[in-house]
């Protein structure tokens, strides 16, 4: 807050000697200064700096009316707003105390004696429907998804950590959310007819053109069926699941027949795709813009940092003594290294050039282990896709049932492994680069993130390279290998349902197998060197975030391939909030490391939003490029999936077709893509113009404060004299 400056006092008026009484500091104004007014007004800071910079700044201001009015008037200005809006705006919405308030509220009254009845009922309405979205808001609140344990994790180890479940709720809203898109735009229609509930039949039309060997789908073979072959099913979704509405070969149908329309089950089924992922940008968009705010703002300054740090760094959410103890640890943690990167800082400048080369070259060789690293991942996992699809196909009871399952799911047993050795790796690497504390942290969290996600997109192209390896007859007539796959998007979508689940197991056995007996063996064999040195396992939140944007990942690119996928994805993120709250209450202790709510929600959705830019471009590629199976699914008759798009449109009114076509034209979208860049820069500008207010009024801020010690000052000189 500041107080009146030294603007607000009339400048021409003749001044007078104040006398300063030593008992109370006061001023009578019976007697007078001998200098006017003026002139110690230019001996304020605020004036001296204000005169050095007035040919710039004040040409500036009057351009863009960013100049301050008196703080005199705002008071009066106040009032004559709420008196002016008082048919529009609460009262409670503005900042005035109890006493103005029900002097506004008595005003607001005698005013309304005076309207029409008409204006009066508008009124009374206008403020019933506002208490009953009030009211309204308040019980939904009461019906939010798991709202007394994110109040109880936030009050026994804050808001860091409250985040990282709300982040998880949130994942379990999106995936219910692209469920119902799929069930309603996809499954309802089939089992409507299906089931006949509706008067309605399939559509289905025979394929012209088409090789006989294309449309050879063999399901399952025939004979003695052991029984662990069924928990094989029900792990990789095989056998009686690949016959489900769980995978995409199930839907061979061209169209559902209504009694008035015909049902386009193609196109549905690729809007089904589009939507959801539409819907998921802007909805991780929408969340993010808050977070973004905020983040910029806290990490505009290093002293404002501090700031933060010291005098509103404390989470008023902790109940609990020892996370406040935690607490207590964290800020001591940031403040250090905020030390440490300022350390870091004066050690960049002080460096010589033979220091600068050094670094940098030692920099590229552990930059080039890094990417030596990932390439060999890559290549594991490359190597281990080709010999699991190539064994894959051999007959269940030529092998025993470890075998048969360690082949199917040798691609996610080495994906796994890869996200578990990694990390560790980079853990190590980062300590020789020589970078500030925060940005270790920043840059280890980013491999790890193009580690997970592009695992994902390598087991993709991996498939899809063996899908278009032609080196046969069918190869060439069916324009895919149909042969190894003869219902290719079952087969991905059996892939991305295997990596579902063996996600869940891994996190389920770590938490029973790894977790627990660790934390049995730290609380009752501390005694022991190797348990101390050991310790308890940390609920480290980036690690968590890493795995469950990787469980999301794997649901985007799979529910094009297996549409019942998303409903498994709510389930397993069910089943993953309360192992993980389980986990963090008897067997975890939080990290020393925390995050803020505001950083960890911009971070969390920043990495998703990663991750579903990943997810698009396998996604693209399969439906526009690689050739649609013509054994299975709705797109027989289409040589890629996109061509419902082109055929659609082919069936509007030649005036709608036109339009249609002048939209996805160059001639549009040049012009589009000008204005669109021209929006683009308008908004730069502005948001240049009010960074520039932003630096004015904190330049006011800072010599108000200088005015406010210099007066201190002069009134202390004063007071000093007058006792003398």
Request: net charge positive.
């Amino acid at each position: 807050m500041s107080e009146p400056g030294a603007s607000a006092l009339p400048p021409r008026r003749p001044s007078r000697q104040c006398f300063i009484h030593p008992d109370s500091l006061s001023l009578d104004s019976s007697t007078c200064f001998s200098s006017p007014p003026v002139n110690f007004l230019q001996e304020l800071p605020s004036y001296r700096s204000t005169a050095r910079k007035r040919t710039n700044i004040l040409s500036r201001d009057k351009q863009s009316g960013t100049l301050l009015k008196p703080i005199d008037s705002y008071s009066s200005q106040l009032e004559e707003g709420v008196t002016e809006n008082l048919d529009s705006q609460s009262i409670r919405k503005y900042a005035l105390n109890i006493s103005e308030k029900r002097r506004l509220r008595d005003i607001q009254e005698t005013q309304m004696k005076y309207l029409s009845e008409w204006d009066q009922w508008k009124r009374y309405s206008s403020k019933s429907w506002k208490r009953f979205l009030e009211k309204a808001r308040e019980m939904t609140t009461h019906l939010e998804l798991w709202r007394e344990d994110l109040r109880s994790i936030e009050g026994k180890f804050g808001t860091g950590i409250q985040s990282y479940f709300s982040f998880l709720r949130f994942l379990v809203l999106l995936n219910l959310v692209i469920f119902l898109i799929i069930f309603m735009l996809v499954l309802l229609p089939v089992l409507l007819t299906k089931h006949k509930i509706t008067n309605s039949s399939f559509v289905l039309i025979p394929s012209k053109d088409i090789d006989i060997q294309c449309t050879v789908y063999p399901i399952s073979s025939s004979g003695l069926i052991y029984f662990y072959s069924y928990i094989i099913d029900l792990l990789s979704g095989t056998g009686f699941l690949e016959e489900t509405f769980l995978f995409y070969g199930h839907y061979t149908i061209h169209g559902v027949k209504f009694q008035n329309f015909t049902y386009d089950l193609p196109l549905a089924y690729l809007l089904s795709t589009v939507t959801y992922l539409v819907l998921s940008l802007l909805w991780i968009v929408k969340r993010s813009v808050e977070g973004f705010k905020i983040n910029l703002i806290q990490s505009e300054e290093h002293f404002q940092s501090y700031c933060n740090k010291i005098f509103a760094g404390w989470d008023f959410c902790i109940t609990n003594r020892s996370m406040a103890n935690l607490k207590h640890s964290s800020l001591r943690y940031e403040l250090r290294a905020d030390l440490e990167e300022e350390r870091i800082r004066q050690k960049i400048a002080e460096r010589t050039s033979e220091d600068t080369i050094r670094i940098y070259s030692l920099r590229l060789l552990l930059n080039c282990i890094v990417l030596a690293v990932l390439a060999a991942c890559f290549y594991a996992i490359y190597r281990a896709t080709i010999f699991s699809q190539e064994h894959m196909k051999k007959e269940i009871d030529k092998m025993v049932f470890g075998e048969n399952l360690l082949i199917l799911y040798l691609p996610s047993i080495v994906i796994t492994l890869a996200n578990f050795i990694t990390p560790v790796i980079f853990a190590k690497i980062i300590h020789y680069e020589d970078y500030s504390p925060g940005f270790e942290i920043r840059l280890t969290i980013l491999r790890c993130v193009f580690m997970r996600l592009a695992t994902i997109c390598v087991l993709v192209f991996t498939l899809g390279s063996k899908i278009t390896s032609c080196d046969n007859l069918s190869c060439e007539l069916c324009g895919y290998n149909q042969k190894l796959y003869p219902c290719w998007e079952t087969q991905v979508g059996q892939e991305m349902y295997k990596l579902m689940i063996f996600d869940l197991i891994i996190i389920l056995a770590v938490t029973l197998f790894v977790d627990f007996p660790r934390k049995l063996l730290v609380t009752y064999c501390s005694s022991w060197k190797l348990m101390q040195c050991w310790g308890q396992q940390e609920f480290a939140i980036p690690d968590n975030v890493l795995g469950i944007v990787y469980g999301q990942t794997i649901c985007w690119i799979g529910a094009f391939f297996s549409p019942l996928l998303p409903a498994i994805a709510t389930l397993k993120f069910i089943i993953i909030f309360y192992v993980k709250e389980m986990s963090l209450l008897y067997t975890c202790k939080p990290s020393p490391r925390q995050f803020r709510a505001s950083n960890s929600n911009f971070f969390f959705l920043l990495v998703l939003l990663i991750g579903l830019c990943l997810a698009v471009i396998p996604l693209t590629i399969s439906m526009a490029h690689i050739p649609s199976s013509k054994a299975c699914g709705p797109f027989t008759n289409l040589n890629t999936t996109w061509e419902v798009v082109p055929k659609t449109v082919s069936t509007f009114p030649s005036s709608l077709q036109t339009l249609v076509h002048g939209i996805t034209s160059e001639a549009f979208a040049v012009p589009f893509f000008m204005i669109i860049c021209l929006v683009m820069f308008y908004f730069i500008a502005l948001a240049g113009a009010h960074k520039r207010v932003v630096v004015q009024l904190r330049e006011q801020l800072l010599l108000e404060s200088r005015d406010k010690h210099y007066l201190i000052q002069k009134l202390t000189e004063a007071q000093k004299d007058v006792r003398n």
